[in-house]
């Protein structure tokens, strides 16, 4: 059971404000985990940014979590980066607003953050990683580029069985601005409010996946 503040988070989401265009975007990763699901394989998600510290962390997040409460089992969500750098502060900020109850270990430059949803699932382990890092999958993955940079910078991810372009507008234009922490919690919403429109989708039938 996810927890309470959490759940109301998801619940007070509205994914009609989806636009059309952002729909479109997001089917692939629909179409990519139902037919995984539908093979009863394990749902390997790579999200990827160049830094590793902002967008492919939300993503990675809120992917498990959304998961977790669509009832979408064999989901294993990771993140990366093209270098690894840091889970940016502000981004624990928001998820903890949010209603997730986070724990960090260490105090080096790169700290782990313990991250979690419910009080008995296994938690998301959070911390900056290049693709190669061992805590990641080398095969049967699929890779979703969460930024254009990154996208760019890395034309092929090594053992990638699919490829996904979803960007997102990086908050970090708006660091140590009056705006900053609005502008992040904006960006923890939209990313949350698409995942469970995603998990939502692979739910149902396959004859309604496309609707």
């Not at 994914?15 to 179409?31: D, F, M, N, T, V």
């Not at 995603?198 to 309604?208: G, H, I, L, R, Y």
Request: with cysteine; hydrophobic share 35%; glycine share 2%.
């Amino acid at each position: 059971m996810l927890y309470k503040d959490l759940e109301t988070f998801l619940n007070q989401l509205k994914l009609e404000k989806i636009s059309a265009e952002r729909k479109e975007k997001l089917q692939p990763l629909i179409a990519y985990i139902s037919h995984k699901k539908e093979k009863q394989e394990s749902v390997n998600l790579n999200f990827i940014c160049t830094h590793n510290s902002r967008r492919s962390h939300l993503s990675q997040i809120w992917a498990q979590t959304t998961a977790y409460y669509c009832g979408v089992s064999n989901v294993n969500a990771y993140s990366a980066g093209t270098e690894a750098t840091a889970v940016f502060p502000t981004i624990l900020k928001v998820l903890e607003q949010a209603g997730f109850a986070i724990q960090t270990i260490g105090c080096s430059e790169n700290p782990v953050h313990i991250v979690k949803y419910s009080e008995n699932e296994r938690p998301i382990i959070a911390f900056s990683k290049k693709i190669t890092h061992l805590f990641n999958p080398k095969t049967q993955f699929a890779a979703i580029m969460t930024c254009s940079q990154a996208d760019e910078k890395c034309p092929f991810v090594p053992g990638a069985e699919n490829r996904i372009t979803l960007p997102y507008e990086d908050p970090k234009i708006f660091d140590n601005t009056s705006l900053q922490e609005e502008k992040y919690r904006e960006r923890s919403e939209e990313i949350a409010a698409e995942m469970l429109y995603v998990f939502s989708k692979v739910k149902m039938s396959p004859t309604k996946w496309f609707s």
